[in-house]
């Protein structure tokens, strides 16, 4: 089986190999898989993982063959991948909060060999990779009328983005949102915040040309931030600061910025990932009128219920998926999809099977 591999170094390999699914997995043969961040972290070591590991963890895909005790799911079946590898039993999950399973988190399984050698499954996914194999659970039944190279995009960076407004930052009518770092990720945060209400909505970003994507998707503003302080920017904008700051980025300097743009009771909701060591630093004297700073883990997403949300809402013309995709690339360009996200070039570069 051919695949994408990170051992020293990363390479396209025919040498993968997959074990069947246990009772309750499902093996999905995988149409398209958008390349994250978080895959290029890994590369670069900003997320230590073991090696070997099989990478991707952003596809959608079919349905090739389920395990004896799967009962929702049945070949031939169009599925979006989750990373969410929750128990579905404990107290978290029951109270609609999947994210928070402690089981879902460090979970690393096996399910590859690579030339003889045990390989992992990345965020429990793999979706560089011709077949994977996943729980029930994280595979998500969707209309197979929607084009797979946009469906993949729901796994992380839709479900990310539209999560953390709608779920976790609750944003609201006429509220104003500053959304720093134009990727896959802010540029959902946009367009969920056009669909909650916010009336202004300001885009920041240090390459100028992401002005005209982020207005497709709905910003009302933009500010170059290589050009202009971008905390002074959006002050300028909404004078006193905005109800909410996306921080898109996973840098400690941003997430200043992030902090110190917000306006009285005003939210900021950290979705960048920086190394795991990387603090972060704001004034306490600024926080005493009711300012929040908020971790979100997944777009606090209740992947069996928002998936299906966000494709209804797609297929009624009120998200974007398909303008997501920059450009797409067959596994063998995969050095080149991770030099235009570096480049700032790609909104999602999206890998083709």
Known sequence: MRGI????????????????????????????AGLCHSDVSVIDGTIPFPTPVVLGHEGAGVVEAVGAAVTTLEPGDHVVLSTLSNCGMCPACESGRPTMCVK???KLSRPFTVDGEKAFSFANVSAFAEHTVVLERQAVKIDADVPLS?????GCAVMTGVGAVLNRAKVSYGQSVAVIGLGGIGLNVI????????TRVIAVDTVAAKEDVARTFGATHFVDASKADSVEAIKSIVPGGVDFAFECVGHPAVIRNAIDSLGWSGSC?????PPATAEASFLVS???MDKSILGCRYGSARPRAD???VVELYKAGRLKLDELITRTYPLEDIEKAVHDLHAGDLARGVLTF
């Open 307 to 309: 998936i299906p949300m």
């Open 269 to 273: 909701v950290i979705l960048g990932v």
């Open 191 to 198: 367009q969920a915040s056009v669909l909650a209400g916010a």
């Open 104 to 106: 879902s988190i460090g």
């Open 286 to 288: 600024g926080m005493y």
């Open 150 to 154: 946009s469906a993949a995009l729901i």
């Open 5 to 32: 591999v990170f051992r020293d170094k990363l390479e396209v390999t025919d040498a993968i190999e997959l074990r069947d699914p246990r009772p309750n997995e499902v093996v999905v043969k995988i149409g398209a």
